[in-house]
């Protein structure tokens, strides 16, 4: 099926809601930052179940449980964690980027392959070759002694 081009914008998904859908859990992260690590909870994780959205369509629903079905646990939900800042609510920010371009990896449609043809240095190579070794193989014959 067809979806539309807006489904592989990441922007799209960010907009769409399932944002709203997720389930956000924060935790202490390691790393730098001092004291700042021990105190404040600043790791982001995203929980979002694809299964149980009620935004997707159930053709965009079975793309996505189909194209990311090694990312989702048990549950039936895809997490992405994120703990590069120091910020919690830059973490927050990167952690929506992420889930974001997974949700719109799942719908970018490859360019079908174009067959090339072999380059005109390619084929004259692969006919000498086959020269050399019919000489090769000619002068392996019996009574052939002129």
């Known amino acids: 099926m067809m979806f539309p081009p807006r489904y592989s914008n990441p922007d799209y998904w960010k907009e769409s809601g399932i944002i709203q859908e997720a389930r956000f859990q924060t935790s202490l992260s390691g790393g730098k930052g ?3 690590v021990n105190k404040v909870s600043t790791k982001v994780e995203i929980y979002w179940s694809a299964e149980r959205s009620v ?7 079975t793309r996505i449980v189909e194209k990311l079905a090694s990312k989702i646990d048990n549950d039936g939900e895809i997490r992405v964690t994120c703990d590069t800042s120091r ?33 005109h240095a390619s084929v004259k190579k692969r006919l000498e070759g086959k020269k050399i070794q019919k000489d090769i193989k000619a002068n392996r014959r019996k009574g052939n002694y002129e």
């Open 34 to 36: 001092g004291q700042n």
């Open 87 to 119: 910020s919690q609510l830059q973490n927050k920010k990167t952690a929506i980027d992420k889930i974001s371009i997974i949700i719109a990896f799942c719908f970018k449609e490859n360019k079908p392959r174009k067959a090339s043809k072999p380059t």
């Open 55 to 61: 935004i997707l369509s159930e053709e965009a629903r």
